[in-house]
Each structure stands twice: as C-alpha cells, then as structure tokens.
C-alpha cells in the first residue's frame, strides 16, 4: 500500500523545517517572509507528490472546516431533499460541504447526529427543528455556533431562520375554495404542537370563520407509518360524508390520503375536491391533477445559505438575527374546479 504522504516527508526531502513547509501550504509564506524560492519549491514536491493536507488538523489551525451539518426529520421528503438540493449547489459555489441527515422523528437519533457533527466540528447548522428538540437547539445555539432554522421554529428560540407565511397560505388556499363554492371543506393535519402545522390550522380556521362555514378537522397521529395513518384517514372520511372538499397540510398527509381514498374505491363523481400544502410531482399526473400550495424551495434555500455564509464569514459577531418570511403560490389544478364545474374532474 502507497505510504501517505505527510508534511514531514515534504521537510525531510527539502532539508526545512516543517513549520516553513506549513506556513507555505497554509497560504502564510509571504507573511512569514519565506523567500519565493523557497515557496516554489514546497508547492512543486506538494504538487509532484499530490500531498493532501489533514482536514480536521488544518480545522484546528484555521477554526474552520468549511462543513455544513443539515438536519431533518426525512430528507427522502420531496420538500427537504429540493432544499438539500439547491443548498448543495450553493454550498460548493461557496466553497462549502454538506453533511446531510435525518432524524426520522427520533429525539435520540437527534442527539446522536448533533454529537456526530460536534465531532466534525462543523462550521454552523441548518436545521429543520426536531419536534422535542427546543432545550438542545438553545445550547447550540449558545455556544455562538451559527443556526439557521428553517420549515419550522420556536418563538422562544433567538436565531436567525427562514420559513413561510404558512397562516396565510393556508387562509388564501381555503379562500380558494370556498370561492369556487365549496361549503363543507375538511383539513387534514398532523397531532403535533410544530409551529408551521399550528400555522396552517390557524389559517384554515380563520378563512372558515369568516365565511361562518362549519370547521370539520381530522389531526391525525403520524407515526411514520402508512397503515395507521390510512386506518385513521380511513375511518375521518367514513364519518365525514358531507365533505365536498379537503386540505391536507403536507404532502406526505396527502400521499396517504390519496392511498386511503383509493383504498375505499370512491367514485370521481363522489371524492372531494382536493387540495394540498407543498407541491410535488406526482400531483401534477395524479387524475384529476391535485392543486398545491408551492413554496419557494430554491429561494428558501438561497436564503439559508445567504445568511449561514454571512455569519461564518464575518469576523465580527453579528447581534442581529435574520428572520425572513417568505411568499407561497397557489397553483390551481382540476382537482378544485369550480363545484358546477365538478364533472369535469372525472
């Protein structure tokens, strides 16, 4: 097996000292007055011998490992793996890598893979807040360590994050509906106190509030499981009869209520109107195609980054926290025609 190559070898072929050699890989040379010969020299043995330097030795040098930890509950998820899509364009332009993982809805997995990243001494964190995860985002976040939340955050918490204006979205969805004359609309969401969930529920019920419409609401406990969310789905529509219409606050809510109303063999002429926060493809081909809330992955994404990068690279700490809301869109499909229009959705 080839020996690797290491910053004394490069010393000993030389006959200099290994801090000549390390202030010469390090950029410092000229700072350090290490003549140019001498410099050419160690970048031409470096070059010839394709010496690779020790990245967590050089982090303990410099204070940086230009590491990145990003952390979700699912990263399969379409909304997260678009944003860790675009974060990773964004992080290489940058100079940046990213160590992407999920915490599948575990306070413990959580724990483990916030020591794994203490461990690699990543430079700062964008994180989709773990449900339960409040106490040890604010440790983090205490040590001066950069957190950028995003999809979700907690009052409580002082940091930097970018979410959605998930109320108002979810009050202009509704708006949507009822102006094309459905009456008895459903919302579908998870048991859970995460923000951006109590956000959309609060939109829905105010949009039906004002219009004195009946709120009919089915909070579903998610466990990750497909059987139990469809059981539960399952027997929301049974006694729900009088639904012309339905939100689902998330696409994977929607994915198992698309499977639950297929399971039942509802008749096109009978299945409500169908709605859906956060776009994604299979909506688009689903019959009728499904309208969706979309939210701005790619400016979501370019935001985190935007602040994340102005933090690691300030060399002051900066007092102010970013905190920005971002505008959804309401793409308009078959699946919520106009109610008179409803046989066209067959």
């Known amino acids: 097996m080839k020996k690797k190559i290491q910053i004394k070898d490069i010393a000993n072929e030389l006959n200099i000292s290994i801090t000549t ?17 001498v410099t050419k020299k160690v970048l031409d043995l470096v070059e010839k011998w394709g010496y690779q330097p020790n990245t967590l030795a050089k982090s303990l040098r410099t204070g940086k490992t230009n590491v990145i930890g990003f952390l979700v509950d699912d990263i399969s998820e379409p909304f997260f793996s678009r944003i860790a899509h675009h974060l990773d364009q964004k992080a290489s332009e940058n100079g940046y890598k990213i160590l992407f993982s999920s915490t599948h809805n575990s306070y413990e997995k959580a724990i483990e893979l916030l020591q794994i990243f203490r461990d690699r001494h990543v430079d700062g964190y964008i994180m989709a807040l ?29 940091t930097d994050y970018v979410v959605i204006d998930n109320a108002g979205a979810t009050f202009n969805a509704t708006q949507h509906l009822i ?10 969401t998870l048991e859970t106190d995460l923000q951006q969930m109590v956000d959309r529920l609060a939109g829905y019920e105010k949009a039906m509030e004002e219009h004195k419409l009946p709120a009919t609401i089915k909070k579903v406990k998610y466990q990750r499981s497909e059987l139990t969310s469809i059981e539960q789905m399952t027997a929301f529509f049974s006694s729900e009869k009088q639904l012309d219409a339905v939100i689902f606050s998330a696409n994977y809510i929607c994915l198992d209520g698309l ?17 859906s926060f956060d776009d994604f493809e299979l909506l688009e081909f689903y019959t009728p195609p499904i309208t969706a809330v979309a939210q701005p992955v790619q400016e ?12 690691l690279e300030s060399k002051e700490q900066e007092s102010a926290f970013k905190q920005i809301v971002l505008s959804t869109k309401l793409i308009e499909r078959e699946s919520t025609l106009p109610k008179n229009q409803h046989k066209k959705r067959e």
Do not use: C, W
Not at 21 to 36: C, L, M, P, R, T
Not at 259 to 275: H, N, Y
Not at 300 to 311: D, G, H, N, P, V
């Open 179 to 188: 102006n094309n004359g459905y009456q008895n609309i459903g919302f579908v």
């Open 21 to 37: 050699v390390s202030f010469v890989i390090n950029g410092k040379a000229q700072e350090k007055n290490i003549s140019k010969a």
């Open 130 to 158: 773990p449900e339960g995860f409040e106490a040890e985002t604010k440790k983090l976040i205490e040590t001066n360590t950069p957190v950028v939340l995003f999809d979700r955050y907690v009052q409580e918490l002082q």
């Open 259 to 275: 499977r639950t109303l297929k399971q039942m063999e509802i008749s096109p002429a009978l299945k409500p109107a169908l709605l």
């Open 300 to 311: 979501i994404a370019e935001s985190l980054m935007k602040i994340l990068l102005s933090k």
